[in-house]
């Protein structure tokens, strides 16, 4: 049997961190031996916010040597820029023309960035969920490992599909549907409770897979908590709930335990809790961390290892595209 292909895509933004690992990295290294998976850098989409030029190539670096340091293999899967593979704008292109201008104004997340920069509410925004649709669909991927956030994205790439479907030839695109390991909806909430934690926002609330030991205590310290539960067995506040998340995916059984028990029995001394939670949390990233800064060191590799990963993407992408000119009546030659 063929395997399942597989796509996932993380903009080059900024540092990754805790919720970039637990939402998605973390499940693309689960999915890299049984499927068939295109991981890559989403460097276009990054450009909807006008990076400097100069900052560019030193963080898709750092997402792919951040990438692998968390465990991908660059052996096992293609692991690519986005800018490198030129059929993904050319479908992305195609499919702009099946996109409507209603629908795309709806999206949230389009929402949220004219809130955010009124002053550069520019195209690229608006389709940024067809560019998105783009990169799934170019390798005709089934599974899309990515967070929460995303679930609106991967709905909008499964109307393109089926209108692209119903338009010029059925069953051309299957449909791509989020991915998560175990069903987890993993989402990482920023430290001071005020929404996610990002690459760009919440940045002194946000654990960096970069930060060094006395950044992750310092900022895990600040911690936004309170007095503490008044009944036994209390339901947590969602900025509880967090810390005792990432205890979980970062602490032994037995200390989660202890603190849970506390919780339960209105006992518990947050303090306490924080600077176990800081221990754990440092012992975990140190590695990360290390192994990230030492790869992303070797340019020479590093260039190595996307340009391999172009070519096996692009020999799936060529395929699409070649089906896609056909099916549309681009093919005059
Ligand atoms: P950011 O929002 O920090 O710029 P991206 O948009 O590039 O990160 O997201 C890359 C991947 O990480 C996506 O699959 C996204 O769903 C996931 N992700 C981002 N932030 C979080 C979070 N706080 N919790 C869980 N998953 C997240
Ligand atoms: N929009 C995604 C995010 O912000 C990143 C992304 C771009 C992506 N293209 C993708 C994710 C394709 C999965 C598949 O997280």
Do not use: W
């Amino acid at each position: 049997m063929s395997k399942e292909i597989v796509v996932s895509g993380i903009r080059s933004t900024g540092h990754l961190h805790l919720g970039n690992y637990f939402g998605a990295i973390q499940n693309y290294v689960k999915m890299q031996d049984a499927c068939n998976c295109y991981f890559f850098v989403a460097d276009y989409h990054s450009l909807t916010t006008h990076p400097d030029p100069k900052d560019l190539k030193e963080n898709v670096f750092r997402v792919v040597a951040e990438n692998i340091a968390s465990g991908l293999d660059p052996n096992k899967v293609a692991l690519y820029a986005q800018s490198d593979l030129p059929e993904i704008p050319e479908l992305y292109l195609m499919l702009n023309m099946l996109a409507y201008m209603g629908e795309l104004e709806k999206v949230p997340t389009f929402k949220d960035k004219v809130r955010q920069q009124p002053d550069n509410v520019n195209a690229g925004l608006l389709t940024y969920p067809v560019l998105m649709a783009a990169d799934i669909l170019i390798h005709r991927a089934v599974k899309v490992p990515v967070g929460k956030d995303q679930e609106q994205h991967l709905e909008m790439a499964r109307n393109f599909a089926q209108r692209f479907n119903n338009r010029y030839g059925m069953d051309f695109f299957p449909e791509p549907h989020v991915y998560r390991f175990n069903n987890d909806t993993v989402k990482i909430m920023s430290l001071d409770g005020n929404g996610k934690m990002s690459k760009s926002e919440n940045v002194n609330a946000t654990i960096y897979l970069s930060d060094d030991d006395d950044t992750i205590r310092k900022k895990i310290m600040k911690a936004k908590t309170d007095a503490g539960p008044t009944e036994p067995n209390s339901v947590m506040p969602d900025y509880i709930h967090n810390l005792f998340l990432l205890m979980n995916l970062t602490s032994t059984e037995s200390v989660i335990d202890t603190y849970q028990t506390a919780y339960n029995n209105c006992n518990i001394r947050y303090g306490d809790m924080k600077k176990q939670l800081a221990e754990d949390m440092a012992t975990f990233i140190r590695p990360i961390r290390e192994h990230a800064t030492e790869l992303q060191k070797d340019h020479d590799s590093l260039r190595k290892i996307l340009k391999e990963g172009a070519e096996k993407a692009h020999a799936s992408a060529a395929q699409t595209i070649e089906g896609a000119r056909k099916l549309i009546g681009i093919n005059y030659y």
